[in-house]
């Protein structure tokens, strides 16, 4: 599956965006779906999971600010990122999988937080 990722660029702390990630084929059949960052000098890190069921998971620094969706009829995966901070910074990559089937990355996209 190929995954097309959209929606970073330049927003001041407290700000918003929303990351989209588009895939190639149909995601009802991928059982997880997330969004990794990777900050400069810093190794690659879950942002937030979400199931074919809707089941979320995120990391405990973006709890409550971050907002995993996915629309399996569009087959597009997006995340809602508000109250953004400083150490949001980072290219944020969106991933199919994994699974037995499926291990995916998007090209990523760079989202600059200013304080």
């Known amino acids: 599956v190929q995954l097309q990722a959209s929606g970073g660029g330049l927003v001041q702390a407290g700000g918003s965006l929303r990351l989209s990630c588009a895939a190639s084929?149909?995601?009802?059949?991928?059982?997880?779906m997330g969004w990794y960052r990777q900050a400069p000098g810093e190794q690659r890190e879950l942002v937030a999971t979400?199931?074919?069921?809707?089941?979320?998971n995120y990391a405990n620094s973006v709890k409550g600010r971050f907002t995993i969706s996915r629309d399996n009829a569009k087959n597009t995966v997006s995340l809602q990122m508000n109250s953004l901070k400083p150490e949001d910074t980072a290219v944020y990559y969106c991933?199919?999988?994994?699974?037995?089937?499926?291990?995916?990355w998007g090209q990523g996209t760079l989202v600059t937080v200013s304080s």
């Open positions: 991933r199919a999988g994994p699974t037995a089937r499926y291990d995916s």
């Open positions: 084929e149909n995601i009802l059949v991928i059982l997880v």
């Open positions: 979400i199931t074919t069921g809707g089941t979320t």
